[in-house]
């Protein structure tokens, strides 16, 4: 059974750092995909980054390049993203996601998903 449980949210002061992780079990992590996405309320889920496979290529959402970062540990079954110079319109909920091929900019590719972690930023 697949299990991905995100934890590392919290609330922080706008230009702050937070590093939110993703740990994953039940299926070959170094065989999938990554993805984080973010839902505040009243919006859309929202594409943050994503992470293939083999850890080779990073894929980021126009609002986060240059911000965040994604990375993986196979060693730890983990997947993180680490969140730099953080503003408000940061504030969502943050959830991870894996895949076995697929566009990884789109959520219906993901095939297993988290139950998130929330993120509020403060100004």
């Known amino acids: 059974q697949v299990h991905l449980v995100e934890s590392g949210g919290g609330l922080v002061q706008a230009g702050g750092s937070l590093r939110v992780s993703c740990v994953v079990s039940?299926?070959?992590?170094?065989?999938?995909?990554k993805g984080w996405f973010r839902q505040a309320p009243g919006k859309e889920r929202e594409f943050v980054a994503a992470?293939?496979?083999?850890?080779?290529?990073?894929y980021y959402g126009d609002s986060v390049k240059g911000r965040f970062t994604i990375s993986g540990d196979g060693a730890k079954n983990t997947v993180y993203l680490q969140m730099n110079s953080l503003k408000p319109e940061d504030t969502a909920r943050y959830y991870c996601?894996?895949?076995?091929?697929?566009?990884?900019?789109?959520?219906?590719?993901?095939?297993?998903w988290g139950q998130g972690t929330q993120v509020s930023v403060f100004s």
């Open positions: 996601a894996t895949t076995f091929g697929g566009d990884l900019r789109r959520a219906t590719t993901y095939t297993d």
């Open positions: 039940g299926l070959p992590f170094n065989r999938c995909s």
């Open positions: 992470i293939s496979w083999g850890g080779a290529l990073t």
